[in-house]
């Protein structure tokens, strides 16, 4: 109901609506949207925070710690006394993901990434003073509360701060009685939204598919996917969630222009650019898996075990290309087919899974999860080859093939020990050699390329100067 599947489809329809009808319409339409979805969110919220409430007070009876001992036990407790304090957050941060698919709409983007900050600066500033003031175990209950009450206060400011700058490009939401009487914008939203909520839920049953195999395997195994998966988290996170972003917006106008063309190629450049930046990534994480589980999970406390879930960073790649494939299918409002592709891919997850895992172990259950990835994206751009697009195959495969070479020719691994000695310290451990390796690692692979006539390296020189010309003007 936020970023998900409904920030999603709400793109296409804010951007038709826009070169149809002009910025009027589009306040109103907002306007019935925000309506709407926040007497949805606020239903929700009241059901969820009244059922954890009913359930506490059930379980502390003598019923109830008989029937359900589970709900009795203190952890249980802590979770159905903050639960209630922390759901209004979901309808703040919600409608912040409505608010900041919007103002992708109008070129928006750095601001509204910026503000998810404000929940990690609140958080790490309440755990900063509970750790300071030494709170004892007896003291855990009121420290969650304000911990919770940190999460609220994050979440109204950003919706605060994304609304303020809604107004400021002229977009922020008319409320009036006539704009409910012609309901298309709901009705467009219901049929766009509904198959993304659908493979969204596909997607999470698939992801407690995986965990709970994992908990078959032994105690190590949870723990190992995880790890892997916070680092593979950070190149998707960093780079293809924010190219997709822009690519959304951008594809999006295209379609309500009728550009195929521009469609083309702005998939054909972000996929050479994925290609370009995520191979590398994923050749490091396969060659540098120790360094980064030990100063990244853990304290250093990883496990031979981890080396076991490292398939996950094969997956990089393909990973990230979904984020640039999607926008495709998204801004032309034809939600189904990523949706059964997906459900294709997560059944072959779960088949993959049951044959791999008991040789392979976790690691199966991760090379499951990168090879139905592959899937997914087979199948999502054979059929845009079908339809016509000229994604350029030779030059797709060409710059795949250039990424892999040079990120495996200048990955330096037989330096890494060297750097490792010389550059150790007391306070930052093997940290600052693996930042000089990263860098050594980073300016051959972006020299290479260049020396090699790539086509990237230049392309990006070039969006940097039209930057700062820009910034001048």
Not at 103 to 118: C, D, H, I, Q, S
Not at 350 to 355: D, Q
Request: aromatic fraction near 10%.
């Amino acid at each position: 109901l936020g970023e998900g599947a409904l920030g999603t489809a709400l793109i296409p329809l804010v951007a038709q609506a826009e070169a149809e009808h002009g910025p009027d319409k589009v306040r109103r339409d907002l306007g019935v949207v925000f309506a709407v979805l926040s007497l949805i969110l606020a239903l929700v919220v009241a059901l969820i925070a009244g059922g954890a409430l009913g359930l506490r007070a059930f379980a502390r009876s003598e019923t109830g710690a008989a029937m359900f001992p589970l709900l009795a036990t203190e952890r249980m407790q802590l979770v159905l006394a903050i639960l209630p304090l922390l759901m209004p957050y979901a309808f703040f941060i919600c409608l912040v993901g409505v608010v900041g698919a919007v103002l992708n709409t109008r070129k928006e983007f750095v601001l509204p990434a910026l503000g998810a900050l404000l929940l990690n600066f609140f958080l790490i500033g309440g755990l900063g003073w509970g750790y300071y003031r030494a709170i004892p175990p007896a003291g855990l209950p009121q420290f969650l509360n304000v911990l919770s009450f940190l999460v609220l206060g994050s979440g109204a400011l950003q919706l605060v701060l994304l609304l303020l700058l809604l107004w400021y490009h002229g977009r922020f939401p008319s409320l009036k009685r006539e704009s409910f009487r012609d309901c298309a914008i709901l009705k467009q939203l219901w049929k766009l939204v509904l198959p993304g909520m659908i493979g969204g839920a596909a997607l999470q049953i698939s992801f407690l598919v995986d965990r709970m195999l994992a908990i078959w395997l032994g105690p190590q195994a949870v723990p190992a996917l995880n790890n892997v998966d916070r680092i593979v988290d950070l190149p998707i996170g960093i780079f293809a969630l924010a190219l997709g972003s822009v690519l959304m917006a951008n594809m999006a106008q295209a379609a309500a222009r009728g550009s195929r063309e521009e469609l083309a190629e702005d998939l054909v450049f972000s996929l050479r650019h994925v290609y370009f930046v995520c191979i590398p990534m994923a050749v490091l994480v396969m060659l540098f898996w120790q360094p980064l589980i030990r100063m990244l999970c853990l304290g250093g406390n990883y496990t031979e075990s981890d080396l076991e879930a490292i398939f996950y960073g094969a997956g990089i790649p393909s990973f990230c290309v979904l984020k640039v494939v999607l926008p495709v299918y998204y801004a032309r409002k034809m939600m189904k087919i990523p949706l059964y592709s997906s459900l294709v891919s997560i059944a072959c997850n779960i088949i993959l899974n049951l044959c791999l895992m008991w040789t392979l172990k976790q690691g199966g259950i991760a090379l499951s999860t990168v090879l139905a990835s592959m899937l997914n994206n087979t199948i999502l751009i054979t059929l845009l080859h079908r339809e016509g697009f000229n994604l350029q195959g030779r030059l797709m495969l060409l710059t795949g093939l250039r990424s892999l070479l040079l990120a495996g020719a200048v990955g330096l691994y037989f330096l890494y020990p060297q750097l490792r000695r010389m550059l150790e310290l007391p306070w930052f451990g093997e940290f600052p050699a693996f930042v000089a390796l990263m860098a050594l690692f980073g300016g051959l692979y972006f020299g290479a390329s260049f020396l090699l006539r790539a086509a990237e390296p230049r392309e990006f020189f070039d969006i940097v100067r039209r930057r700062k010309k820009t910034e001048k003007l």
